[in-house]
């Protein structure tokens, strides 16, 4: 005899085509006027951000920098879902995420030049400094999640990893951990189609990342990730849920980074193809999004444009502020090793500054 | 004979163990289609093919282990962590599982594995990708830490720990991958693991050191040399494990007086091992004690202030003076 164990499903849900026409009404988040053009300003202000990063990265002024465009809609959709006193613990490549949730953008400057000022997160800033290691923010989610638990708190811990940070045993570990302890926690995927040059296919035989929640026992929903709308929506249902106790939810967002994995050297042309990214390009989530606002008369080119230099300017002041940062010393490295130093740490910080050497 | 730099010697070395022994699998993160992200094995994959060279899913636990596996089969993996701060990931694999195969089966298993992994400071990395992290390996027995300095040297010492009948991490310094070029034969050679090279012969002190500190301590001997007159013997280990302690013994019986420079933080590392053996086996030569030229006990810093942090050759002079006037 044989019968079904078990049965699932992976949804996929969009709101936008392309062209920004509702697909899907029933979807639609209740978002006001204002709401929804703060996530176009949002998404305007984050290219901006991006291209300008770019450059900087280019002429050397920047350090270590991860592009963002094509991936807006995801990272701005899933952020603007939050409470600002939920917890993030975000990759590499969501300073965006940060950015909105509070992490001053003068940190992330110095963040991406290597200056430990850049970790130093406010203390009323709820997101943790970006993580280099693919998966280790992953399984310090549950802690975190499982922290709000037992303090009766309300907040939700939401962790961001991409398509290959899904191939690392840490990603399972962190979901089954959240799946059976019920913790209130999201687990955001962005799936860009690739790992630096690996491509999606060969990173797992799945035929969905979202599907990988199944065997953490949670649910797991693939979204557009370039309709900023779907990724709203998806969102804010697993926060919810997440805020209510009910446990928590995995989201793939389906989406593309258009640049380079980072400024440090990849050449995408080495693996993929100049139509893989056209076609990408024409589902962009600005685009998309902006015919939507348009057609309801909430977004003007005028508006835009008048947007950009706004986000220039608070660019410039970020950069400003970064470059007037005072230099880190090794001393300094030294003293905050550990809460009180050691006498041997105490020995070699003397060697360095010469007071009382040996 | 050719110029090469050390990346090319070692796509070179790579390329002629592919070809000398059908065992001999590359594999990891971005090393096949891409090349690696050194592009350390570029076309290496086009060459011999997807079963040979290839892409795994990103998981360094899974890649050793995978290596692990194919050894206990009878491959020759050389599997690559992609940068060495990420080794953590593979911990258990190396020295929980692969270090301790021959020893647990008393000789039935084996795991002649080359863990080939870019490191070393200098290169305005993010964090975690610079750190020298090969101390923790002098710890782990049962494998073998190989840090080559020079092109010439990358080569030979990469044939030797692809055939070596045990486990190698073979640590390549980012910073020395392209910083400059030297003839190496189109031929194969080896340079046996273990064996340290004298770089620079001196009476006054012996530098002993590995990786990309051996040309700061080569530049620092030569302004030592202008400012004092005094010649420093400089010694590249090429092996950190096993330590060639005998070369060292030799150097010391001619300078009685030796420094140790190393770009890993000071504590319980390379440094201290070699202090240790010098003072086992080499005390009644020693006019001074044996000073160690390193950075401080903090993590790798920032990339903003690496270059204060790193052993400047005025750094290793001052401690040259220092060694000598004791
Ligand atoms: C543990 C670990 N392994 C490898 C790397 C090197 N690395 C940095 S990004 C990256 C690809 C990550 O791909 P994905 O998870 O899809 O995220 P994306 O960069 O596409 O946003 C790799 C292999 C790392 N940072 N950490
Ligand atoms: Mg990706």
Redo the contacts between chains.
Sequence with gaps: MSTSAAQFEVPYVQVLDENGNVTNPDRVPSLNDEQLRDLMKRMVFTRIWDQRAIKLARQGRLGFYAPVAGQEASMIGSEFATNKDDFLLPGYRDIPQCYFHGYPLHQLFLYSRGHQLGGKVPDDVHCMIPQIIIGAQIVQTPGVALAFKLRGEKRVAVTYTGDGGTSQGDFYEGMNFAGAMKLPAVFFVQNNQYAISVPRELQTAAQTLAQKAVAAGIPGVQVDGMDILAVYSVMREAVDRARAGEGPTMIEAITFRYGPHTMSGDDPTRYRTQETQEAWEKRDPLIRFRNYLVSKGLWSEQEEQAYIEEAKETINAALKQADETEKMTVPQLIDSMFAEPTQELLRQRAEITGEGAN | MAQMTMIQAITHALDLELARDERVLVFG??VG???G?FRATEGLQKKYGEDRVF?T???E??IIGLANGLAVQGFRPVPEIQFF??V??AFDQIAGQISRLRYRSAGRFSAPVTIRSPFGGGV??????SDSLEGLFLQTPGVKVVIPSSPYDAKGLLLSAIRDPDPVIFLEHMKLYRSFRQEVPEEEYTIPLGVANVVREGKDATIVTYGAMVATSVKAAEQWSKEKGLEAEVIDLRTISPIDIETIVKSIQKTNRAIVVQEAQ??AGAAAEIVAQINEQAIYHLEAPVLRAT?????Y??????D??LPTPQYIVDTLNKVTSL
């Design positions: 993160e971005d289609h891409n090349g992200v892409d899913p990103l998981a636990s899974g701060g990420f953590f990931e305005h990395t993010p964090e975690l990708h000071r504590s950075p401080p006990d903090t993590v810093p920032f990339g903003m202030i690496e204060d942090w």
